[in-house]
């Protein structure tokens, strides 16, 4: 084989779950070195499965736990580095500029898990809103079906905490900026958009059901 990254039994994350659980926070120095050949074997579902649970059980994980998956989800999504709100800026390409990519057959079913783990994992404020309008740009409108559907679930996910944040139940008014507010606004109207023209009739459902 050309590969050079070993994929490891699913009964490697199924233990490491299984030791979090069984003895939490007690495993943090055992567990936080071995994070990064964690990440190195690349994404799969059971390596995602074993993150939430780490991130559960040991709270103390948790930053350096979502600053690696969010390594791997841009890498993976957007073909770029992850880069920290508030870091300095680099030029690239706006979001008015990008096109759905062409994907190879053996991509989608990658894209299609990194969606679902961006959508699934518990970045809280730490997930830059940009990258929800990046997602929105680039999937929405993929020729394939699956990752589509996966497009939709994961906007409308990541949108959530942004129109209802926890605060909206002890403060009558939340204040959004106004680059915020621009970015939630684009993705709405996107998903409205795929919801009313998308070909297919599942999509268009999903749309529905997920807003």
């Not at 040991?58 to 989800?73: C, E, F, H, N, S």
């Not at 970015?183 to 709405?188: A, G, N, Q, R, W």
């Amino acid at each position: 084989s050309s590969r050079s990254v070993p994929v490891p039994e699913p009964a490697v994350f199924l233990c490491i779950s299984m030791l979090a659980r069984a003895v939490g926070p007690n495993i943090e120095n055992d567990v936080r070195p071995i994070l990064d050949q964690m990440f190195s074997l690349g994404l799969s579902q059971e390596l995602t499965n074993a993150l939430k649970v780490l991130a559960k059980e040991i709270p103390a994980l948790l930053k350096d736990i979502q600053d690696g998956l969010l390594k791997m989800l841009y890498m993976i999504l957007l073909h770029t580095q992850f880069r920290h709100p508030g870091a300095p800026k680099q030029t690239t390409t706006t979001s008015s500029g990008i096109t759905p990519p062409l994907l190879p057959e053996s991509d989608i079913g990658n894209i299609t898990l990194a969606l679902q783990t961006l959508g699934s994992f518990n970045f809280g404020a730490h997930l830059p809103l940009q990258l929800v309008q990046n997602v929105a740009d680039m999937y929405l409108a993929s020729e394939h079906k699956s990752i589509r559907l996966e497009a939709v679930k994961t906007c409308t996910a990541l949108l959530i905490p942004a129109l209802l944040p926890t605060t909206i139940f002890t403060t009558p008014f939340v204040q959004f900026s106004q680059a915020s507010a621009q970015v939630v606004s684009d993705v709405l109207r996107k998903l409205l958009t795929v919801g009313i023209t998308d070909t297919d009739e599942e999509v268009r459902e999903c749309v529905l059901v997920s807003l």
